[in-house]
């Protein structure tokens, strides 16, 4: 304490205050001479909460006062006293591991501690005066940005800094920081970045057990593929976040054939081992490629003649299936594969973008045509979809419910929520054994840039996602899912023959 009272020309009177309410609310125990140590929480949360309520406490003004709010010139005070380091008690010497660089940044152990129980432990272990911090390069880089956070509780970041920055806070266990840097890597997912970004997070994520940024990365390079695969970072991916890719049934991409060309050039880059070509060329959905298109792959593709092996059988299936109403082939056959299930392509055969303006204003219609089917026997028919927008609309059962007393509205609002019905103009015999899928693409703009914010699946013709657009606050113009104040929906519809995907008995 008597460093900080020598120094208290720095600081406003009010804040020792503070610091001495809070060191009230804790055991404390000052160590002998020159190094004040306080034993604090051991959770920097509930510390940092307990430092919020005293200072609430503190500030929180009587009745008929008023609040004199300095605190902005308090943390340009806590940054001057970190550049200047006037009054340090402990020079951090910093170095680059696997170097000789070393940069010393003067510090006060107050506010280390004050932050990091782990800075605290170590100051308590400490020899000598200084603290001597062995970190990578690339956070020995950006350690001076992420020490000026411990003082001053703001930090700016630049994408490239997430991940040492993230490692930083980890180390020396500053949660709020450590959340921070999470939110922000799953809120800038599509930044604009020279080389991408979003795969080194991934991977980043999937080394620390961050599940939740794992899948927000995972999902976002699922659901903006297409995109992906025309940028330099596609050919980052690991062979294992390609497989997981190459798996998922909710790829966004123009046609089956984009991402095998999207293989192609991953292979072409990372010459893979044989047993992840193999298993990646089998992931293919072939049965969603036209045949002209894989005769063009059989002959000219370097991948497929390399391991033909592997897709032989694969690719006799889908000529199979090209061949012949699909019904058909499964009276004949067992087949239960993902060659037969569509992902979610975006070119005309497989459905239409449709862009909604003032979605709360009135009900809409839409028609579009698709393909009956991906098989070379259906694809030239074709089948008009009528699709409807309701923006209010409140499902059968709560109109009754909602006259009985207590009875809850249907969520989002009081006004009903929305809904999308997607129809067949017209009935046909050719439809027989088959059931189409529709799923409905909701577009958001982030960082200025157009991204898939939502999928929504309905399995049935008839049946309603029940959660369409559940959270989506159409009503405010600045609702995240509108696009300058329009919705941006892009329908897909899968054919899915039951009798060929389903076991039979
Ligand atoms: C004081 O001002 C800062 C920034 O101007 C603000 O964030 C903070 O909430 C204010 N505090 C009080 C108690 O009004
Ligand atoms: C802090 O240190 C600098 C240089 O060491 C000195 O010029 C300045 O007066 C000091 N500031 C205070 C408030 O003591
Ligand atoms: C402190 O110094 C002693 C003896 O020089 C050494 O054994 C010990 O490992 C040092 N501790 C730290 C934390 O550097
Ligand atoms: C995300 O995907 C949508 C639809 O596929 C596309 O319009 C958009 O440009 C993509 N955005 C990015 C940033 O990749
Ligand atoms: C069909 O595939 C599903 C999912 O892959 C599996 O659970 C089921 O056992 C398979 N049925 C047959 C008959 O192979």
């Known amino acids: 304490m008597a460093l900080w009272c020598e120094r208290g020309d720095l600081l406003l009177g009010y804040v020792l205050g503070v610091l001495v309410l809070s060191f009230l609310s804790y055991p404390v125990s000052v160590g002998g001479g020159l190094h004040p140590h306080i034993h604090l929480s051991r959770d920097p949360v509930l510390l940092m909460s307990s430092y919020a309520a005293a200072l609430k406490m503190e500030a929180l003004p009587e009745t008929g006062a008023t609040v004199l709010n300095h605190s902005m010139a308090l943390v340009q005070r806590m940054e001057n006293l970190m550049a200047l380091g006037n009054a340090s008690d402990v020079p951090l010497r910093v170095r680059t591991l696997n170097t000789e660089e070393v940069k010393v940044l003067p510090a006060h152990s107050l506010v280390l501690s004050l932050q990091s129980d782990v800075f605290r432990d170590l100051l308590l272990a400490r020899n000598g005066s200084a603290l001597v911090l062995g970190e990578t390069a690339e956070c020995a880089a950006v350690f001076d940005k992420f020490l000026r956070y411990l003082y001053c509780g703001d930090i700016s970041v630049r994408l490239d800094q997430a991940i040492p920055l993230h490692q930083l806070a980890t180390k020396y266990r500053v949660e709020a920081l450590q959340l921070g840097l999470t939110q922000f890597m799953s809120q800038h997912l599509s930044s604009e970045s020279p080389s991408g970004h979003v795969v080194g997070w991934y991977q980043y994520a999937q080394r620390i057990g961050d599940a939740p940024l794992q899948d927000s990365c995972l999902r976002y390079l699922s659901w ?8 330099a970072e596609w050919t980052s991916v690991s062979a294992a976040l390609l497989l997981t890719l190459l798996r998922r049934s909710d790829l966004v991409v123009q046609s089956e054939l984009e991402l095998y060309d999207g293989l192609e050039a991953w292979a072409a880059r990372n010459r893979p081992g044989g047993p992840t070509a193999e298993r990646a060329l089998e992931a293919i959905r072939y049965g969603m490629i036209p045949p002209q298109k894989l005769f063009r792959l059989q002959k000219s593709s370097p991948l497929m003649q390399k391991h033909y092996g ?10 199979q299936f090209h061949a012949a109403p699909p019904v058909q082939l499964a009276k004949y ?14 070119s005309p055969a497989w459905g239409a973008p449709w ?26 028919k074709k089948v008009t979809w009528n699709a409807l927008f309701s923006p209010r609309w409140f499902p059968l059962g709560a109109r009754a419910s909602y006259a009985e007393p207590g009875a809850m509205m249907p969520s989002p609002t009081d006004g009903g929520r929305p809904r999308i019905i997607v129809t067949p103009a017209t009935s046909s015999p050719d439809f027989a054994g088959v059931s189409f899928q529709k799923t409905v693409l909701v577009m958001a703009r982030q960082q200025g ?9 309905f399995h049935q013709s008839t049946e309603e996602a029940g959660d369409f657009l559940a959270e989506a606050d159409l009503q405010r113009r600045a609702s995240e899912y509108l696009i300058d104040s329009a919705l941006y929906l892009h329908v897909v519809v899968k054919p899915v023959y039951h009798t060929l995907i389903l076991a039979k008995k």
């Not at 903006?224 to 940028?231: G, I, K, R, T």
């Not at 037969?340 to 975006?346: A, C």
């Not at 840039?449 to 699946?457: A, E, F, L, T």
């Open 224 to 231: 903006n593929l297409s995109s992906v695969l025309q940028s």
């Open 310 to 319: 592997a897709v032989r059988d694969l690719l006799y299936l889908a000529f």
């Open 355 to 380: 862009v909604i303006g003032s979605p709360t204003r009135d009900d809409r219609s839409f028609s579009f045509q698709t393909q009956l089917g991906p098989s070379g026997h259906d694809a030239s």
């Open 333 to 346: 056959f067992e087949v239960n594969c993902s060659v037969f299930t569509p992902r979610n392509y975006l």
């Open 449 to 457: 840039k157009v991204v898939v914010r939502h999928v929504y699946n």
